[in-house]
Each structure stands twice: as structure tokens, then as C-alpha cells.
Nanobody, 115 residues
Framework: QAQVVESGGGLVQPGGSLRLSCAASRSIFSFDFMGWYRQAPGKERELVAGISRGGSTTLVDSVKGRFTISRDDTKNTVYLQMNSLKSEDTAVYYC?????????WGQGTQVTVSS
């Protein structure tokens, strides 16, 4: 079993920045993939950014050039740095850790981009 806990969401004006954190209860190397997903009202949950055990990263096209995913192995934490935020980035952001025996989701953190 494992747990992941997100933090760092909040209200920000368009053009602003936020950094989300996803802290895992065990070494992030025990997961083959960790990702940030988001779900806006009335929409399906979508993958925003992911990072593999080997360090390869992926970003959805709509956030390329604005968001960055990174990790701190010593803190068992994955980060999502979000810059130049837009109103369409408003959503609940979830962290998921994937291992060979299952997926572990956090409770989500709300990001609201509004003036």
C-alpha cells in the first residue's frame, strides 16, 4: 500500500504561478510512473504531466511551455510548476502513483485561476 498527498493549490490571477506538490509515503522509485491529472467541472479527468521512474517526462500539449514536472527523490515528492496560468487551467488537480500492483490517487487540490 501507498499514499500520495497533494498540496499547493489555491486561487491565482491569470498569468500567475503555482507549484503543486505530491508527497508519497514511500520511495517514488517504487512507482514506475507518477502523474498529475486534472478534472474540471463537467469534464473528464485528463493527464496533464507525468514522469517515469527513469526520469522521462510527458506534458499535454495545452500546458507545454508553461508547466514543468520534476521530482525530489530525497523527499519522495513530485512537483508540478505551473506558470502563465489561464482560466482554463481551473480544475481539481490529482496526483497518481502507478506501481505493478495498482494505482494510488491523492485526494486532489483545487486550482482556481480567476481575476
Amino acid at each position: 500500500q501507498a499514499q500520495v498527498v497533494e498540496s499547493g493549490g489555491g486561487l491565482v490571477q491569470p498569468g500567475g504561478s503555482l507549484r503543486l506538490s505530491c508527497a508519497a509515503s514511500r520511495s517514488i522509485f517504487s512507482f514506475d510512473f507518477m502523474g498529475w491529472y486534472r478534472q474540471a467541472p463537467g469534464k473528464e479527468r485528463e493527464l496533464v504531466a507525468g514522469i517515469s521512474r527513469g526520469g522521462s517526462t510527458t506534458l499535454v500539449d495545452s500546458v507545454k511551455g508553461r508547466f514543468t514536472i520534476s521530482r525530489d527523490d530525497t523527499k519522495n515528492t513530485v512537483y508540478l510548476q505551473m506558470n502563465s496560468l489561464k482560466s482554463e487551467d481551473t480544475a481539481v488537480y490529482y496526483c497518481k502513483a502507478r506501481s505493478g500492483i495498482g494505482n494510488y490517487w491523492g485526494q486532489g487540490t483545487q486550482v482556481t485561476v480567476s481575476s
